[in-house]
């Protein structure tokens, strides 16, 4: 049996319709797949700030509590320092005694009193 001109040009146009298709589907699954991978990396692109996220927020709360911590150990610091500031007023009025002391003991001896 002998295909005539007609018969090949059916089967040409019964292929360029098929390869037609088969673009027409490429595309459609290529598009697909691009819509899917691009909802897939979003995902994953969240999940990922959310992870940063969370290690940003420990981390200041990481720094909170050192604060914290400072903040109480110069609490202590500034109280013990207010009480060397009170020792050292007192013993300031102490040098002043003893030097009054002397010069006490020394006008008692001019005058000729003694304890």
Same mark, same amino acid.
């Given at each position: 049996?002998?295909?005539?001109?007609?018969?090949?040009?059916?089967?040409?146009?019964?292929?360029?319709? =098929?390869?037609?298709?088969?673009?027409?589907?490429?595309?459609?699954?290529?598009? =697909? #797949?691009?819509?899917?991978?691009? =909802?897939?990396?979003?995902?994953?692109?969240?999940?990922?700030?959310?992870? $940063?996220?969370?290690?940003?927020?420990?981390?200041?709360? !990481?720094?909170?509590?050192?604060?914290?911590?400072?903040?109480?150990?110069?609490?202590?610091?500034?109280? !013990?320092?207010?009480?060397?500031? $009170?020792?050292?007023?007192?013993?300031?009025?102490?040098?002043?005694?003893?030097? $009054?002391? #002397?010069?006490?003991?020394?006008?008692?001896?001019?005058? !000729?009193?003694?304890?």
């Amino acid at each position: 049996m002998a295909l005539e001109k007609n018969d090949f040009d059916k089967i040409e146009k019964i292929i360029e319709k =098929s390869a037609e298709n088969t673009r027409a589907d490429l595309r459609k699954e290529i598009a =697909s #797949s691009a819509e899917k991978t691009k =909802s897939e990396i979003g995902i994953i692109i969240k999940e990922e700030i959310e992870g $940063l996220a969370i290690m940003t927020n420990n981390g200041f709360n !990481g720094v909170q509590k050192q604060l914290n911590e400072h903040n109480r150990r110069f609490d202590i610091l500034e109280s !013990g320092q207010e009480d060397i500031k $009170l020792r050292l007023d007192n013993v300031a009025y102490r040098f002043e005694l003893i030097q $009054l002391q #002397s010069r006490v003991k020394r006008l008692e001896k001019k005058v !000729g009193i003694s304890h």
